[in-house]
């Protein structure tokens, strides 16, 4: 575990980069304030980055253009690896067909249709439509009546025995500098517990996140896990996960780890980072640029 | 462990009965049929007996009406043990003043209330009273909005060191026959895990439940755990408490336990009763009464 | 919450003082250098105290003659409260009958027989006693072979529908000023988590621990939970269960608790003691003693 | 979900079969009866398999060789995937030198060696090597004395800001018809909750095993995970593991789930196979073979 002044230093090292996005790359008040020469910088080196997001709010493609509204071209929808596309393909691959009911918004359950598989919000479920229900997922914290339709997916799958997938490990994400909010991975674990069977969870610190990404790069390239670095500011999250999948992981401090804590953190859980660094910011001062 | 055919018979043995309420001596729908018979026989036998219920949604006095309008005029606000009692202890003793935040019914509130210290819906929780704010409890699932209040609830937690107090650890209560609700045991249980801080509960299986009705008894005469039999439906409150108390206890089968699962259920949690017995209805017949 | 510089002024305000054992009057050491003046000083004032401790290891009356052989006569049998008394109550009214198989010394299991009910170690439960074997207990971490005798109490548990106690709730215990030792109710928590069914448990935070306290006070004397005062070094035990069971609660800093991390502590559990004291050691200056 | 007669039909759908070793094609006294026709069939019909199994007892060579001894040659050293395969591959790519302390046999450490790396048993831990250990290893229930080196264990974890692996999640395995042995899982489980650090496991159900398994097959062909099927007997590890990942599952009875209680289960956990199977023994009669 070492400290490193200029993150520039740690991309020169790797072949490809892994980012966390909030409080990585942006923040409730939008980006992180100079992380823009960061992707100039990975762009000038020819450096692969993909964004390995829990989130699933929104498609790759919404995710892609909310960050070219926030300025930042570069990051595009192939570059977005997120929780959402886990799910995704988890349904195309083990739900063949029926109704997908979900707890989310509109945006969110959109992505996950396709032929043959139709969404409906949890508050629509009802006895005409009861016997079709094949599966539940839970999107976002946003979009539906906590109280109606956590108490419907209660006795949903109290009496179905169908697979409910959590699209979002989270169970809090800021909302601002002093607020959070229970993010859905919080409520699907409460839904859990009152109803006693086991969801399935997409989402880092779980491998499956980071093979998914892994996967992508080796569609058209071999690499190797020593040549993929993480960027995180979660120990529990992006860098547990990061760690046991056998990447070099860098902690910034940025975001949910601040300076004052990192050294307690670190020894008060044992995960421990390959590197601390303040942020994810290049500096670009005497580089030919 | 005994299956017992009558249970005017375990009644015999015992000095005092402590019952559980829903799924003993009350369901969804109204009273369990025939238990007034119980409380005739309780009574010509004077015999002692006593609610104790994880209800903190009302006052003793409330709920004893409840019973009179099912017609069951035997149960007295005196007879009641309810987990908002010792929540009401607890604040009596341990929280001298400012204003108690609530989630719950105006009900579940008026009753904790005193003189010194105040009660409000963690809705009307703002910049003008938030430093005045002492205490937070969970009172009933009921009467706020869920999305709104928990995520100020949560908030709250984050930023004072006060304590928070779950006055109901249920999980989930029956609605009817076929659905059930989450309770605000389950709800306090999510926003523990988001905070990460250590919340107080009460409610069976809990002792502190029932030395507050073994309290009780002792303040007018002297009673041995040994003459005290507990009846409840639920394995993991009403028997687990009442045995590891070191009380008799029998499980009825009119509730959450149900004939074709109680073997299986017993073995599986090791949570083992006195008695077994169909139901806690007195069978009259044969009795000069 | 207050900082107090003299602990006298503390027992000034109460009746009675409960102490936690280790931490607060003795350490792996020994004493705590000075606490025999805090015995002093309630002798001379005629209050009340007792020793209540999350231990089962000996009887009492060998707990009050370890504290003599330490120099600190005053600590009598009966001032004693212990989580093994819980565990031989709990025998008393509950098993009846047949033999008690027991991890732990001879010295544990002494204790907690009476006529009619033997004791066992577990590497001597054979085919030969095993349909006889009607309780398990979990005493010590001391007197058996970790390796054989916890699998054969998995197995016992496996096989027979028999209550399972710990003896003693606390996962690990100092053993220097820099090692633990793997406590009992670590052990413990291990076997059931194996096993999948339901263990009793006796120690504090449980009310039970304080309960027994205070019944053995109103045995011959009015009290009420507010002239009380728990002094304890561990937020998450002795002050925790303090607090809920109604008392007011003192945190020392003699034991799990250092000063450097105190704050820390306090605000990332929630957990609050009325009062924070360097010690329990009384400072008898400026006293006619 | 659906019955399925004879094996045969669902190794006909799939290119590739994943097999769970213990329960499966293996029990306590030796191969499930009829197992090598499967194998036989395999062969024959040139289908690729592979067992995934939670096993860091031996290497893969090792455990290919009690294949062999048993009467299955078929199973070869580079058919097997296992948990210590991937702690392997773990210290390969984060713990670049030191000691790697060890609890377990000399068989699972010599495996996880290489050069710049030493392992060495708990038990010799002591004050002149105590710098130089960079990792905790969990690998087998055996070789060590629990009392004395899990105590050890806790104390190096608490001293040491070092990563802790285990490498089989397995909280207990069958011994015998009756009896059960508490495994390194389980064991580490409670080394864990002692030190309060996070440990790092490998292991079904977490996807890393499929991913392991997965990417040795497209080493050398292409292959899609609906093309796959996970065989196994235990529903909240091969069932629950193989569906996360994405494959289809068999449900198997030859081990850990009982036909007398595979509806109960599988609706309590709510973990369901894509078929259920009496066994994994294929039916050869009325094939020219």
Known sequence: MRRIENFRSIIDKYKVVFFDAFGVIKNYSGLVPGIEKTFAYLESEKKEYYIVTNDASRSPVQLAESYHKMGLPAITQDRIVSSGMLTKEYLDLKVQDGIVAYLGTLDSAHYIERSGLHT??????????????????????EGFNWCDDLNKAVNLMRKKTIPAIVANTDRAYPLSATNVSIAIGGIAAMVESVVGKQFIRFGKPDSQMFMFAYDLIREYRQISKSEIVMV?????????????????????????????????????????????????VVDLSGLDF
Chains 1, 2, 3, 4 share one sequence.
């Open 232 to 280: 995180g500011d979660t120990l529990n999250t992006d860098i547990l996960g990061g760690n046991k999948f056998g990447l070099d992981t860098v902690l910034v401090l940025t975001g949910n780890t601040l300076e004052k804590d990192v050294e307690t953190r670190i020894t008060a859980s044992g995960i421990m980072p390959t590197y601390i660094c303040e942020s994810a």
């Open 120 to 141: 409906l919000p949890m508050s629509e479920v009802n006895e005409s439509n009861f016997d079709k229900v094949s599966a539940l997922i839970f999107l976002d914290d």
